[in-house]
């Protein structure tokens, strides 16, 4: 799926519906978003949220994960950028991303032990000017 972004609100409303896509499948549901510093993955993640009520969404960049609860349904973003693989890996977020009625977001998933993730969404988020995207959604088994 692609889609073209032209402000926040466009990004918010396609993540919004990807959220309600994604709600209907088997938990956990792990989505990874990629793209350049400043691409939108975190303004993506706040529309998906927001699907669920949630209205104060920050950037995990320093505290690395957000938990956020939605009825029985466990919503996480994580944000990887300062870490390494090795602190990855200590971070135990195993359970997070193999079990549980779990959404999990996840920026800068490069920095993640490679196996880490094995079946997912990948959310690619590209720069075309200061305010265009284009968002590239595809499924990985």
Known sequence: MEYISRSVEDTHEIASRFADEVLQEEKPVIILLRGDIGAGKTTFARGFLRRFGIRRVRSPTFNIIHHYRHGDLNLYHIDLYRLTPEEVDRLEIWDI?????????????????????????????????????????????
């Open 97 to 141: 991303v193999g079990e549980g009625n779990n959404l999990v977001l996840v920026e800068w998933y490069e920095h993640a032990p490679e196996g880490l993730f094995d079946s997912y969404w990948l959310v690619d988020i590209e720069m075309i000017d200061e305010n265009t995207r284009k968002i590239s959604i595809s499924r990985h088994r």
